[in-house]
């Protein structure tokens, strides 16, 4: 057994050169995962959440992105830098995605079955045989919890519905037992109802395979069902880093705040959600300083200045210079 984490990845950082300038789309991220964790990864659209996790495994172009440092590694070992090869070799058979809406990345022409088959002899080289690659697509279907798999084998993706095009994409991406799952906004696009369903079954899987999963989403709540830790993401930095329990208890950075204030609240009537005001800053010419500084209710001159992440235990880290525990205390007392 290895004492390093699964996924490590250290002061990653990456730009997009445009016509308008460099847009610093991640900046100095520090994040890591152990074994049969599920991280969640939220924050609004644009905060680069996305952009992260395809671009640590090698899934944005180059150019116009540019990775400028960092390190990303998976059980040890250094992904960036990298052959297009390898990192195939690396997609798919250590690491799955499941993207947001599933009839993007299902082709319309080839029934589902086809599709199964195909990546899963994909994802093992070409070794699996066609026979042996259809029995586990089948056997994976029925694990998604798919009703009459062997109908649905054979079905086109335009005959199923979209929960069910998304349990065939769930079925695709773990068909390879792979040790790390990255679900890219996977309910989005469902219905509350099937939303729920597809939540339940990825909490099951999680458990029953002992997946190690990175989970992106704007909403706390979808990911506080699933994931043990909450990572939050904003204008390209993490600002909070916490288990589920301690940022809905206890939040630390304002940013968090206003994410939990915006969700709806089960057992007290609203007539409108709480948002937070302004807009994220512009990535082309970032602040020197917090970069939620402009949209905070507390920030002070101080916030002009650079900051780091700091550690309020061994399983809570904030980048706030104006967070004090005492007086964090003396607000949840009053």
Same mark, same amino acid.
């Given at each position: ?260 204030? +915006?969700? @709806?609240? /089960?057992? $007290?009537?609203? !007539? ?6 302004? &807009? %994220?800053? =512009? ?20 916030? +002009?200045? @650079?900051? /780091?992440? $700091?550690?309020? !235990? ?6 706030? &210079? %104006?967070? =004090? ?10």
């Amino acid at each position: 057994m290895t004492d390093h984490p699964l996924l490590d990845i250290r002061d990653f950082s990456l730009v997009f050169d445009t016509f308008d300038g460099t847009y610093h789309a991640i900046d100095g991220v520090n994040l890591s995962l152990q074994r049969g964790e599920a991280l969640g990864l939220v924050g609004e659209t644009g905060c680069g959440k996305s952009v992260l996790t395809r671009a640590a495994f090698g899934l944005v172009p180059s150019p116009p992105a540019r990775i400028t440092g960092g390190s990303v590694q998976l059980q040890g070992r250094e992904l960036l830098g990298l052959s297009d090869r390898a990192l195939r070799q690396v997609r798919g058979r250590e690491v799955a995605m499941i993207f947001q809406d599933p009839m993007t990345y299902l082709n319309p022409v080839f029934r589902v079955g086809t599709q199964l088959v195909d990546a899963i002899r994909a994802q093992s080289g070409g070794q699996t045989k066609r026979d042996e690659a259809k029995a586990i697509a089948l056997d994976m279907l029925e694990k998604v919890q798919l009703p009459n798999p062997n109908r649905q084998f054979a079905a086109y993706p335009h005959e199923l519905s979209g929960g069910m095009r998304q349990r065939v994409l769930i079925a695709m991406a773990l068909a390879a037992k792979p040790k790390l799952l990255i679900a890219d906004e996977p309910t989005t696009a469902l219905d509350v109802t099937i939303q729920a369903q597809i939540l339940d079954l990825m909490a099951e899987l999680v458990a029953d395979m002992g997946l190690t999963m990175i989970m992106i989403s704007h909403d706390l709540g979808v990911v506080a069902q699933v994931c043990s830790r909450i990572a939050v993401m904003y204008a390209g930095k993490i600002v909070e880093d916490a288990p589920v329990a301690r940022i809905f208890d206890a939040p630390a950075h304002p940013y968090t705040k206003g994410l939990l204030a +915006a969700l @709806p609240h /089960p057992f $007290r009537r609203q !007539d409108r959600l709480e948002s937070i005001p302004g &807009t %994220l800053p =512009d990535l082309l010419h970032p602040p020197a300083g917090c970069l939620f500084a402009a949209r905070c209710p507390h920030a002070a001159p101080i916030c +002009a200045k @650079p900051v /780091p992440m $700091r550690e309020i !235990d061994y399983s809570h880290r904030v980048a706030c &210079t %104006l967070y =004090d525990p005492a007086r964090e205390k003396d607000r949840a007392d009053a």
